[in-house]
């Protein structure tokens, strides 16, 4: 994803889902549903993306995900605290008739 507009805005997140890891049937992971940025409420689709990016000593994840009009990047500290890192408008798809 090509990020255009780079916000690094602290965000709540309000909801999430459980996906089970390709790698390891047992193992599940959590990814973001619904976040809250200035008071506004945003529900994602399924179809997110994690990053796992080493920094120093922290591990940092990266998700990408998206709701009807927008794609996100988010990043979750190890904190623990999340912080929108950006965001690009989806193209609009055009149908045959």
């Keep these: 994803m090509n990020i255009v507009d780079f916000s690094e805005q602290e965000i709540e997140i309000t909801a999430v889902y459980f996906r089970a890891d390709h790698t390891n049937q ?54 623990r605290r999340w912080t929108l890192v950006g965001m690009k408008a989806k193209k609009a798809v055009e149908h045959a008739a």
């Design 26 to 79: 047992v193992t599940v992971t959590s990814f973001p549903k619904r976040m809250v940025l200035s008071g506004r409420e945003y529900t994602f689709s399924s179809d997110s993306l994690r990053y796992r990016v080493q920094r120093g000593r922290e591990l940092i994840q990266l998700f990408d995900v998206s709701d009807e009009h927008t794609q996100y990047r988010l990043r979750l500290e190890p904190s």
